[in-house]
């Protein structure tokens, strides 16, 4: 990492090539704005601590955002950070329920949105089916391993309904002690 000590009377402070000179500089976004420019116009929010990355890169150009190259940094707003988790997390469906012959919603898919899940739970869940991976995964990294892995289990609705019905039935769940 470059770095140039600047000195401003008796104060002296570490210059680093993200362009902060000391840590808290780096954390408050107070007089920053967000570096995108969506659909033509520059954002005028204040910049969160979510950076742009190349790893969202795609989600922000389906939503028509591009990096302002003139911003000295690279720090988005929470509105813009929402919006691409958003587009993330969305799976688009292969067949809808009109093609399947649902009626009224009879039948739902539900969606499990790993990236919610804290990292020692997708670790977790790793180690207990033996996944195998790279070390050192992101927690999305994680959270998409997890989730193609989820998807890929094969799951007999009538014994695992009927297992679910005889635990309830047969097992106490009280949340207080009886003494």
């Known amino acids: 990492m470059q770095s140039t000590a600047l000195s401003s009377g008796s104060k002296t402070s570490t210059m680093s090539t993200n362009g902060f000179s000391t840590e808290d500089d780096s954390r408050s976004g107070h007089d920053q704005v967000c ?3 969506d659909s033509g116009e520059k954002c005028q929010r204040q910049a969160g601590n979510a950076s742009y990355s190349k790893r969202i890169q ?3 150009r389906k939503l028509k955002l591009t990096r302002d190259e003139l911003s000295p940094h690279i720090y988005i707003c929470d509105y813009h950070k ?3 988790q958003n587009i993330r997390t969305k799976r688009k ?3 809808s329920e ?3 012959g649902f009626q009224d919603g009879i039948e739902e898919l539900v969606e499990i949105d790993f990236y919610q899940m804290p990292v020692n739970t997708l670790r ?3 180690r207990h089916f033996k996944l ?3 070390p050192g995964l992101s927690k999305a990294q994680l959270a998409d391993a997890v989730a193609t892995h989820f998807k890929t289990i094969p799951v007999v609705e009538k014994e ?3 297992m679910f019905f005889y635990t309830t039935k047969t097992k106490r769940f009280d949340s207080k002690d009886t003494t």
Request: hydrophobic letters at 25%.
């Open 93 to 95: 469906r292969k067949d």
């Open 98 to 100: 009109d093609d399947l």
């Open 132 to 134: 195998s991976t790279r």
């Open 160 to 162: 695992t309904l009927q």
């Open 35 to 37: 570096c995108l420019i």
């Open 58 to 60: 795609n989600q922000a």
């Open 82 to 84: 929402t919006q691409i």
């Open 124 to 126: 977790r869940y790793k």
